[in-house]
């Protein structure tokens, strides 16, 4: 399972930083990323970044936010800077894990974290 955290709330133009690992132990993790999903929207990429570095940003967050992986502690990060109302929504993790070397990569969601930007 993943879990995240870092999530709360904050004003606009503050900072937040989340992260995501799994718990237990695994094999593998390929692809990692960060979707959100506000009230009565439906759920969009904020941010991927492969197992090798590449990084794609949905537009309405890049230059302000930046995702990054650690690999050997199997964890991705969010540092979200200049946040907007906008921003607000439940930030959710992905990855693609590979639980062991017996069985095949399958996707996992964390459970969310919920990120509130208001004065």
């Known amino acids: 399972q993943l879990q995240a955290s870092g999530g709360g709330l904050v004003q606009p133009g503050g900072s937040l930083r989340l992260s995501c690992a799994p718990s237990?132990?695994?094999?593998?993790?390929?692809?990692m990323g960060w979707y959100r999903q506000a009230p009565g929207n439906q759920r969009e990429l904020v941010a991927a970044?492969?197992?090798?570095?590449?990084?794609n940003y949905a537009d309405s967050v890049e230059g302000r936010f930046t995702i990054s992986r650690d690999n050997a502690q199997n964890t991705m990060y969010l540092q979200m800077n200049s946040l907007k109302s906008e921003d607000t929504a439940v930030y959710y993790c992905?990855?693609?894990?590979?639980?062991?070397?017996?069985?095949?990569?399958?996707?996992?969601w964390g459970k969310g974290t919920q990120v509130t930007v208001s004065s």
């Open positions: 970044i492969t197992s090798d570095g590449r990084i």
């Open positions: 992905y990855a693609d894990i590979q639980s062991s070397r017996y069985f095949r990569a399958r996707g996992y």
């Open positions: 237990g132990s695994i094999f593998s993790i390929n692809d």
